[in-house]
């Protein structure tokens, strides 16, 4: 029963989606119907600019991180990685905008962070050096998703930690299949690239 509160509770707060809400408040109009159609902060940022973007990316990684520590407090370490897999979950497909949400990068890395610090923090620096180097956000979010795991593989703590890892990383791939599609077919957005709403 508390593994189910957990996973209830975490999946709400995921679905919260901040860029859908932000978008709504200041413009009066769905992030979804502009750029890429993602409701995340990197088409935030290419529709209302950086400093908007940033508090929605701020926001969800702070879904990540209250998720976990909720999951923790409820259920103990089992609850801290149910409630991370939920809440991304939340973000991508949340119950409250017909399950069409975003990509749960920033939020995976709210999770993350909250439960192995140290290897987010080695995933963060190469997926923002790929991004630097590629100038394709997307490309460094999948990259550093991958390298999550590897890591994981690579310094095995628990099962638990790697089905965690698993699932984290299977999902922002999944989320990220259009992208691949474009950044193989050469048609894929750059960092920087802006969308207007008219």
Do not use: C
């Not at 990684?61 to 939920?86: E, W």
Request: charged share 10%; glycine share 12%; aromatic share 14%.
């Amino acid at each position: 029963m508390k593994i189910a509160l957990v996973a209830i509770l975490a999946y709400l707060i995921g679905s919260f989606n901040s860029a859908y809400f932000f978008t709504n408040f200041i413009k009066k109009t769905d992030i979804r119907k502009y750029g890429s159609g993602n409701a995340g902060a990197t088409n935030v940022m290419r529709v209302l600019g950086f400093k908007v973007a940033f508090f929605v990316f701020l926001f969800d990684v702070l879904k990540g991180v209250l998720a976990v520590l909720l999951g923790r407090f409820i259920a103990g370490n089992i609850g801290g990685y149910v409630a991370g897999i939920a809440v991304v979950m939340g973000h991508n497909w949340p119950v409250f905008l017909g399950f069409k949400g975003g990509k749960g990068v920033a939020t995976s890395f709210g999770a993350i962070v909250t439960i192995s610090p140290v290897i987010a923090v080695l995933s963060l620096i190469i997926g923002i050096a790929i991004i630097t180097i590629s100038k394709y956000v997307s490309l460094g979010s999948i990259i550093g998703a991958v390298s999550f795991l590897l890591f994981n593989i690579i310094y095995y703590k628990s099962s638990n930690m790697l089905v965690f890892a698993i699932l984290i990383t299977s999902m922002a791939v999944f989320q990220h299949r259009a992208n691949i599609k474009r950044l193989l077919n050469g048609t894929e957005s750059k960092f920087g690239q802006k969308t207007n709403i008219k």
